[in-house]
């Protein structure tokens, strides 16, 4: 178990929907990031926060968005939902991650099954 | 463009043989090296990093690996393979510059009895 929690494992949703995914980090850890693995595009990077704010932005499209609030914990919000979409979101956590000198551990959620349907 | 290649989809082993996991890597500058392992249904294991120093990194559940910067590969060992340790490896590396992981697409890896 690394300590990050991501809720909830598993999510149904038709296509055109809304789904908000949430990862509460390992305790003390300031850094989130956003992954999402699929068969054909692998795991691909989408978005880091550092200590509430956005650090660094991946292959994340415009319908996705994401925050980190004051207790660390973050949000992934997808909205207008396609087929393609369906994937694996892992949630990871660093502690620091802020400085592109670290060189701190990312840990991984068990993730959130999205399946769009 | 930088980018991970783990060239083999899967690699069968039997329990007891030494195993090896291929990664190499095409990332300008000096990157960081990551080993994960991604079980059935589960979220991807930290197994070792490669920052500086030593060319053999030894990491958890008795696995290695070496970095060879000439060769711009990071194989990932195990002197005697389990069969718990079948799964999903991934190699990443993440440039000194970035933030973000880039992995490879995966290996699969069988040991059998």
């Known amino acids: 178990d690394s300590g990050v929690t991501q809720t909830p494992k598993h999510l149904i949703t038709a296509t055109g929907q809304r789904v908000t995914l949430r990862c509460s980090p390992r305790?003390?850890?300031?850094?989130v990031y956003w992954y999402q693995q699929s068969l054909d595009q692998g795991l691909q990077f989408l978005i880091q926060?550092?200590?509430?704010?956005?650090?660094a932005k991946g292959n994340i499209l415009e319908r996705f968005s994401a925050q980190q609030f004051p207790d660390l914990h973050s949000e992934l919000n997808l909205s207008s939902l396609e087929l393609g979409d369906s994937a694996l979101y892992f949630c990871?956590?660093?502690?620091?991650?802020?400085?592109?000198?670290?060189?701190?551990?990312?840990?991984f959620g068990p993730g959130t099954r999205l399946t769009v349907l | 463009a930088q980018s991970v290649a783990q060239p083999e989809d899967q690699v069968n082993v039997a329990e007891g043989n030494p195993l090896t996991v291929k990664c190499t890597y095409s990332v300008s500058g000096n990157p960081y090296l990551f080993w994960y392992v991604q079980y059935p249904n589960r979220g991807l294991q930290f197994l070792l990093k490669?920052?500086?120093?030593?060319?053999l990194v030894k990491g958890s559940y008795g696995f290695e690996a070496e970095f060879n910067k000439s060769q711009t590969s990071f194989h990932l060992k195990k002197p005697s393979a389990l069969v718990s340790d079948s799964a999903l490896y991934f190699c990443?590396?993440?440039?000194?510059?970035?933030?973000?992981?880039?992995f490879g697409k995966g290996t699969s890896l069988l040991v059998t009895p």
């Open positions: 990443a590396v993440r440039p000194r510059s970035g933030y973000a992981l880039n």
């Open positions: 990871a956590s660093s502690v620091v991650g802020g400085s592109r000198t670290s060189t701190d551990t990312q840990y």
């Open positions: 490669y920052i500086t120093g030593d060319n």
């Open positions: 926060y550092y200590n509430g704010e956005e650090r």
């Open positions: 305790s003390g850890d300031l850094s």
